[in-house]
């Protein structure tokens, strides 16, 4: 993120798993693959590899920067607020894991919803092709600003609307129903 407007010097900050509220900022941690295959986190305060989940904070409004580094019980071991500050390996293995791991579709058309009753069963065309799943809860349709829609399905995959005044008619009336 910005302050004022203007890009952040900010180094990553990487958190003690005992130490949760109080932050450490560090000019060094690395991040590598284990034999695995698993994106693990070394740092001074976690000498020995850690498997990391990265998990964007904003994957909508700003994917490109506050990535929150997650151990295998869930805790936030580390928070990268611009991953260009990372050493260029270490920026590169992030990038492959995010984007291995984030799969959010463009809903570009919706062909087919199976009734107004939850859960219901929706058939659309993203720019991955033709897919169908089903929304559990009208709920599950969120406007993000004015133009941007996201909808959770009942297995959390989401899918993305960037704006909505570009999708046909018939889409956008299922939508303004949903939110």
Known sequence: MSNNGNK?????RVFSP????EAIALSEF?????EWGQLVLTSAVNSS???????PLFPISDPEHWISLRGPDGVELACVEDPTTLAAESRQLLQEELARREFVPIIERIVRVSGQMEPSEW???????????VL???DDVRRIGDDQI???????????IPDVSKVDTKSRRIIEWYV
Do not use: K, N
């Open 8 to 12: 952040s010097s900010r180094e990553p």
């Open 18 to 21: 005992t130490e949760h509220a």
């Open 30 to 34: 690395a991040l590598a693959r284990d």
């Open 49 to 55: 590899p850690t498997a990391v989940a990265p998990t």
């Open 123 to 133: 058939t659309v065309e993203t720019d991955r092709g033709l897919t169908s799943f």
């Open 136 to 138: 559990e809860s009208e």
């Open 150 to 160: 996201v909808i959770v399905d009942a297995h959390g995959t989401r899918y993305h």
